[in-house]
């Protein structure tokens, strides 16, 4: 990961755009943030603040916001809905348990 993509993450974990998982450490897109317009709006709004005031961003983004704002908007768009091993447990641990109930009603 790119020292330009770390600063996208990082502007959208500050505003909770986007979240981190606590257990896999996966970034996702909760679907209540991703479309809270007030959270997207306060992302962007410190995306551009910190391309045109601080000296290393600008340079990064060579001062221009909109570098920054497309790349942040394209890190949340790519973000999943949910943690990618959360929903694959979910997935797995539901096979189980229907493999599980099929075998005791095939015994029966």
């Known amino acids: 990961?790119?020292?330009?993509?770390?600063?996208?993450?990082?502007?959208?974990?500050?505003?909770?755009?986007l979240k981190a998982c606590p257990i896999h450490n996966q970034l996702y897109c909760d679907d209540e943030q991703c479309t809270d317009d007030e959270n997207m709006?306060?992302?962007?709004?410190?995306?551009?603040?910190l391309?045109?005031?601080?000296?290393p961003y600008g340079e990064e983004f060579h001062h221009?916001?909109?570098?920054?704002?497309?790349l942040l908007s394209y890190t949340?768009?790519?973000?999943p809905?949910?943690?990618?091993?959360?929903v694959s447990q979910r997935y797995s641990t539901k096979e189980e348990a229907g493999?599980?109930?099929?075998?005791?009603?095939?015994e029966a």
């Open 76 to 79: 949340i768009g790519a973000a």
């Open 99 to 106: 493999a599980s109930a099929a075998g005791a009603s095939a």
């Open 41 to 49: 709006a306060r992302a962007f709004a410190v995306a551009i603040e």
């Open 51 to 55: 391309v045109r005031q601080y000296g």
């Open 1 to 17: 990961m790119g020292k330009r993509q770390e600063i996208a993450i990082g502007i959208a974990l500050q505003t909770q755009v």
């Open 64 to 70: 221009d916001p909109h570098e920054l704002t497309d």
């Open 81 to 86: 809905a949910s943690c990618p091993d959360c």
